[in-house]
């Protein structure tokens, strides 16, 4: 069905990774193309500038380690780290890379997300093409 499929990651437990990517393979044609992706928000310039740098790279490093990890699992796919506020990065990335579905975990939505809304809800209501929501 789909050639060029982006898989939203986060490091948490509320989204369960695993059924994203088994339902990545399942929607793929084949030799389909895999991106896992983790946004990172930036950190407001106020928070940073107390924040040692080295402890920023650290921390870095240990997301790019993860998002490898958790590359490996899907056979094929490209680990990538972007920057800024998850749902506009997320669609953005999909737009400029010419994906055509986006498979990512939800947590269940509670009180906050009918506040804040949810970065899944921002992907399924931004993003220009199919968008497969896990739960």
Do not use: W
């Not at 896992?36 to 924040?51: G, K, N």
């Not at 094929?76 to 972007?82: K, N, S």
């Not at 506040?115 to 399924?124: C, K, N």
Request: hydrophobic residues 45%; proline residues 4%.
């Amino acid at each position: 069905m789909y050639k060029n499929i982006l898989l939203p990651v986060v490091f948490d437990e509320g989204h369960d990774t695993q059924a994203a990517f088994l339902a990545a393979k399942a929607l793929a044609n084949d030799g389909a193309k895999f991106t896992v992706l983790h946004v990172i928000e930036d950190i407001p310039a106020y928070a940073a500038s107390q924040i040692p740098g080295n402890v920023l790279a650290a921390t870095r490093g240990a997301v790019e380690s993860a998002v490898r990890q958790l590359s490996a699992g899907l056979e094929g796919a490209e680990p990538v780290i972007a920057n800024g506020h998850p749902g506009r990065s997320i669609t953005d990335y999909a737009d400029n890379h010419g994906i055509d579905c986006i498979v990512m975990a939800s947590h269940r939505p509670g009180l906050q997300d009918y506040f804040l809304g949810s970065t899944a809800d921002r992907v399924v209501r931004h993003a220009k093409c199919s968008v497969h929501v896990i739960r």
